[in-house]
């Protein structure tokens, strides 16, 4: 090897070397995430502490514990009491708590429901939550004819081109759906509805007759049917979906599924405590 191929791959050793967190690094980083862990389960534990306390207990300096609040602080997840000086758990944990309490409600509640649809239908039944910009996919039951279909459970699906996206953008609040509709839709064949202007009265439709459909939007040959799952406020929180190929779900035999899927979104909604 020569002098100037060597010198070639210690740079990019070197290089590598500077973009790889190194082992102190990386160890720090884990010991900051648990320390921040750790002032939130003491603030659980006693409702407020203040700075001098919680250093105490994390046995570090006050500087270091001020700092982590004020991260914690600044991500809603603890807040400030002025007069008092002390801390105390923020909106942003009960956020978090609710949104995973939602999802472990639905998963429960859940699976009755798909099984019996997914049993009466023969085809495969989704539960499908909003993640960001995406619907993700948290529960599947699979029917008698859709032995070989796709695995749906866990997949992050887009919005505009899915039956339990247009469902889940539909009842967005305004604002967000409108800055989700500022963005390119891409487009996965020929069917996918890429205009915003198109695609808003296609939300439309789906708020006035109570569920969603796609037929070979996101996939050729997948066709689907969505409602929503709302919460005891009437907040729609998920969507339930039948999909299966084209050929099975026809035009003829579509109207029915969306009518059952309609049934099963208002049955886990009650499950849910809507209309108590």
Same mark, same amino acid.
């Given at each position: 090897?020569?002098?100037?191929?060597?010198?070639?791959?210690?740079?990019?050793?070197?290089?590598?070397?500077?973009?790889?967190?190194?082992?102190?690094?990386?160890?720090?980083?884990?010991?900051?995430?648990?320390?921040?862990?750790?002032?939130?389960?003491?603030?659980?534990?006693?409702?407020?502490?203040?700075?001098?306390?919680?250093?105490?207990?994390?046995?570090?300096?006050?500087?270091?514990?001020?700092?982590?609040?004020?991260?914690?602080?600044?991500?809603?997840?603890?807040?400030?009491?002025?007069?008092?000086?002390? &801390?105390?758990?923020?909106?942003?944990? !009960?956020? %978090?708590?609710?949104? $995973? /309490?939602?999802?472990?409600?639905? +998963?429960?509640? #859940?699976?009755?429901?798909?099984?019996?649809?997914?049993?009466?239908?023969?085809?495969?039944?989704?539960?499908?939550?909003?993640?960001?910009?995406?619907?993700?996919?948290?529960?599947?039951?699979?029917?008698?004819?859709?032995?070989?279909?796709?695995?749906?459970?866990?997949?992050?699906?887009?919005?505009?081109?899915?039956?339990?996206?247009?469902?889940?953008?539909?009842?967005?609040?305004?604002?967000?759906?409108?800055?989700?509709?500022?963005?390119?839709?891409?487009?996965?064949?020929?069917?996918?509805?890429?205009?915003?202007?198109?695609?808003?009265?296609?939300?439309?439709?789906?708020?006035?007759?109570? &569920?969603?459909?796609?037929?070979?939007? !996101?996939? %050729?040959?997948?066709? $689907? /049917?969505?409602?929503?799952?709302? +919460?005891?406020? #009437?907040?729609?929180?998920?969507?339930?979906?039948?999909?299966?190929?084209?050929?099975?779900?026809?035009?003829?035999?579509?109207?029915?599924?969306?009518?059952?899927?309609?049934?099963?979104?208002?049955?886990?909604?009650?499950?849910?405590?809507?209309?108590?």
């Amino acid at each position: 090897m020569t002098r100037t191929q060597k010198q070639s791959d210690r740079g990019a050793e070197n290089e590598a070397n500077q973009e790889r967190p190194t082992g102190r690094g990386a160890a720090s980083a884990v010991q900051s995430v648990d320390r921040a862990v750790s002032v939130l389960e003491i603030l659980a534990r006693h409702g407020e502490a203040g700075v001098t306390e919680i250093a105490e207990e994390l046995d570090v300096h006050k500087s270091t514990a001020f700092r982590l609040l004020g991260v914690l602080e600044n991500r809603g997840l603890v807040a400030q009491a002025k007069d008092r000086g002390k &801390y105390y758990l923020g909106a942003g944990v !009960l956020r %978090l708590a609710g949104a $995973a /309490a939602v999802r472990l409600d639905i +998963s429960q509640e #859940g699976v009755p429901v798909c099984r019996e649809l997914a049993d009466e239908l023969g085809e495969t039944v989704n539960i499908a939550v909003l993640d960001d910009d995406a619907a993700v996919n948290i529960m599947q039951a699979r029917g008698t004819a859709s032995v070989t279909a796709q695995n749906w459970l866990g997949r992050r699906t887009p919005l505009h081109a899915t039956s339990s996206g247009k469902v889940l953008l539909a009842h967005m609040p305004p604002t967000l759906r409108e800055g989700l509709l500022a963005r390119p839709l891409p487009r996965f064949t020929e069917r996918t509805i890429t205009g915003a202007t198109m695609l808003r009265n296609e939300l439309e439709a789906v708020v006035q007759q109570g &569920y969603g459909i796609t037929i070979e939007e !996101l996939e %050729l040959g997948l066709t $689907a /049917a969505a409602a929503p799952v709302r +919460s005891h406020d #009437g907040k729609v929180i998920a969507a339930i979906s039948v999909s299966g190929p084209v050929y099975r779900l026809n035009s003829e035999r579509l109207p029915e599924l969306a009518k059952r899927t309609v049934a099963a979104g208002a049955e886990l909604s009650r499950r849910m405590g809507y209309g108590f």
